[in-house]
């Protein structure tokens, strides 16, 4: 029996996916892979099909019609990885800006260190980010500052994208509430388990900038995550989280 489900988004991604798959799947610890594809034009998820072959049970793969944000596509994973009675479920980027070799990592934090949320985080031990324009090192530091200073959470890096949820957070939290659809997703799902008295733990991990592919960052993103902090911040006095 495997416990492990290791949720990879894709939005064109065919120069990542099959090098990505292969270094999940071929890393000591047996993950399971589960890509949710927005039905992209550069036929990422018929890269996958056919690597499904290479790796039968192992390997799924979930098609929406279109385009519909990072933030909907996990919580079709999450729901997807319940039903499917994982009691590990990761986040991670089909870029290489998260590294396989860290997935033991988060999850040893879950299942050794009883962490309920391991975050692989950047800025936990300084500033572990390669590659990045300082412009956007800056961003990402001072949204966390931002996160912090307005949910009171104690977490350095609360838009991280690389994660280990035991499934009892994802039980818990509420996952058809959330409609966030880029970094606020982010927060949001670290709101809600902090929220919840789930216990968080930060592992360091260097976060390196994607080599290929293309970026999906769009400043619609951001002031999504401004406007959203607040509005999490709201909900929560109010109670209607
Ligand atoms: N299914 C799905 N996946 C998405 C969508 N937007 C982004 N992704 C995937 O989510 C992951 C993170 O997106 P990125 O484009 O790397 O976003 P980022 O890391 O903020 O920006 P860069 O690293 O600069 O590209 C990647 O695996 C993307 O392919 C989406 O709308 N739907
Ligand atoms: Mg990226």
Known sequence: MNDCIVIIPTYNEIENIESIIRSVLSQHKPFHVLIVDDNSPDRTADKVMLLQEEFPGRLFLEVRKKKSGLGTAYVHGFKWSLANKYDFIFEMDADFSHNPNDLEKLYDACH????DLAIGSRY????NVVNWPLSRV???YFASVYVRMITGMKIHDATAGFVCY????LERIDINKIKFVGYAFQIEMKYRTFSKNFKITEVPIIFTDRTKGVSKMSNSIIVEAVFGVISLRIKKLLNTL
Do not use: C, I, Q
């Open 112 to 115: 050794f260190g009883n962490a």
């Open 166 to 169: 035991k499934r009892e957070v």
């Open 138 to 140: 800056l961003m990402s």
């Open 124 to 127: 936990v031990t300084g500033v």
